[in-house]
DNA sequence: TATGAATGAGACTTCATTCAT
DNA sequence: GATGAATGAAGTCTCATTCAT
């Protein structure tokens, strides 16, 4: 691919990025608009609204996958693993818009972002093992259910639009339920 | 109204929410055909989309509330907080999608919506309250960190469509992390 | 007919003169709720919204045909002829939205409107024959253009909205064209 | 813009131009058949119909009011503001029919039809002026009343759906009355 | 007869996608 | 490769007309 077209295409990732990400149901035309390109190059580098939706979403998971991954090198693994989770919430408002703005285009999310997705899991899944193992969080919560917790903290921060105050508030009560018994 | 207006009215409203629960993006004309009757009814009854919307989750709401309500009457004021916590989780996807849909279409849900979602985050807060007083909830739990938990969780449950085993597994967490501490 | 059938019938009339007279896009329901009746009422006596429009119309030329004929036995033959121009041209505008909306049902006047429209336009000749006969008007004018001044002022005042000073002074000038020579 | 969007665009105008001449009440659909493209093409470089239908009038407007400024310059005033007034009466049927489908689109006209329309109107003071001043019109008809005439007489020709000859007749009427007295 | 709820064709408008330039 | 004009299916909403109550 041409040095241009690389760019181009770079370019209308990040403005779907920013544009999904606040409105998810923004048209096509937006995101050409956004990015500078007309909407036939758009249609080039992501033949079907979709797979620009995908590709977005990949990026982020990607990010966050990244991220764990870095983290799992970490000494303390109970600062690692909290420290993620609070970011992901954190973060979580412009992502969960870009994933919504896919289901509604009426596909579950295609191949890349399956594997983008695959690969932060077991990253995150690695942190939750290593902080098991270092006591700082309890041995009886299976992946399943502390990832829907994760989803589930990014959903209501995101939902709700809470201050970041209460936000923290929110993770404390939930990490409390996280932590080995202290009797 | 007369009787078969009031009928139709229900048939409509009924439609509209198992659609809308399952389809956020479904187009009116989809709840009329799911409703038996032209779509000249629909409008005629919701002369907006997005009153449609509004009617289908105001009465989920107020459904919300009243079981609240109720609940606040219970003997045991744990069980009743729990108990509610527990059956919104569970019956939240379809409340979700409706709520989603409503976004979608551009308007903030309008007074009626608002009443019953003030309606319903009062009777919680009293079940929270009563939770805290008989010992049952940790008393530095504020209602908001509290309610962003309970749409989390919702959220979290519906997103990663959970089985209802681990769905438990989830809340049981949550509720350590809610319950006055152990030591 | 009924003696309240009449009496629904005739208020239908009236409403209907009066909101068409208004807005000439109006709705049959407008005309319904205007009348203080159901709009299968107004259904029942005008079977077609042309009809009804038909109606209205033919009320008011036949109006204006009886001020024609009741002028045509004055003895200032000029006086009955220039008084009963200027009162048309006065009451032109409700009469002429009524007329559009006709026309914008995509109907040309039906029978009864045409008949009245007829016997209008006959009176109108006789007051101009008799005006010409007395020498008020000159004779060189025959009916079909000045039944098209009638027209044309009746459609200028109210297309240009105009005051009635403004209003004089052009149909003054008018008159002055219609009169007989002056040399 | 690219030749050939021009090109559709001068295209449209003249569909609608046409169709809304005849028919006030047309559909934008029938404009889109007539110019030979897609709806959607219509809606690009009209994004509104009651656009659509001032952009019609704006060149109408602007047409009437190129010809009399040329004719402002003519040497004969007289000739000059009576062949204007004659000329506007002929062609009136058309573009009435387009002021009238714009005001059911339930707005005034907009920035530029009103622009045009200043202009047109102004052009035509100045021929009535001149007129004045070389003693073809009388002194005392001002500028409203004799506009209100023009209207009105290409309203009536319209209407009445006149024949050339009697329309010359009604305009000669017409005419007498605004010459100077000739005592 | 009166009522007003139901109907559905049709209007305007948006937007994902295609294709000539 | 890039552009943006063209396309038309689909969505929301209106309203003349019909029909059950």
Request: hydrophobic share 45%; proline share 3%.
């Amino acid at each position: 691919m041409r040095a241009d077209a690389q760019d181009n295409r770079k370019r209308v990732l990040a403005a779907a990025e920013e544009i999904f990400g606040r409105t998810p149901g923004a048209s096509t035309e937006d995101v050409a608009k956004l990015a500078g390109v007309g909407i036939g190059t758009v249609f080039r580098h992501f033949p079907t609204k979709t797979e620009l939706l995908e590709a977005v979403l990949t990026v982020r998971l990607e990010r966050l996958r990244d991220r764990a991954t870095e983290l799992a090198g970490e000494a303390d693994a109970g600062a690692a693993f909290f420290g993620f989770f609070s970011q992901v919430v954190a973060e979580a408002s412009t992502k969960l818009a870009i994933a919504e703005a896919l289901l509604a285009s009426g596909s579950a999310a295609g191949a890349s972002a399956r594997n983008a997705g695959a690969g932060m899991r077991e990253a995150f899944g690695t942190l939750l093992s290593r902080a098991q193992q270092s006591d700082a969080v309890r041995d009886d919560a299976d992946f399943p259910e502390v990832y829907a917790l994760l989803i589930g903290a990014s959903r209501g921060a995101t939902a709700a639009n809470l201050e970041p105050l209460v936000r923290d508030k929110m993770l404390e009560i939930l990490y409390d339920g996280l932590r080995p018994d202290r009797s």
